[in-house]
């Protein structure tokens, strides 16, 4: 698995998480995981804010400097909709 694609699919396996996980993820250490066949190549997924607390959630999925710093380090993004009230 290329490292581009590992990248998605870590991606691919975080973005169905509710609202609930990232909003507890907010602030605090990122998750990271590790390439199962290369242990040099990390992915950090964190999560923030997108404009305001309380509102959409930003999530970056993106290969961690923690292992091994490389240029051109990529990221993609997806947004948690903000939860609204009664839907849980």
Known sequence: MSDHDFLLAVR???VGKP???WERLI????????H???PEVCIDVSATWE????GSILVLVSESSHCVWRPGMRT???VVPAQRLGTG
């Not at 404009?51 to 309380?54: A, L, N, Q, T, V």
């Open 12 to 14: 691919d396996q975080y």
């Open 19 to 21: 609202f609930s996980f």
């Open 27 to 34: 602030g605090g250490d990122p998750i990271e995981v590790v």
């Open 36 to 38: 199962p066949s290369d």
């Open 51 to 54: 404009k305001s607390e309380g």
């Open 76 to 78: 993609v993004t997806f």
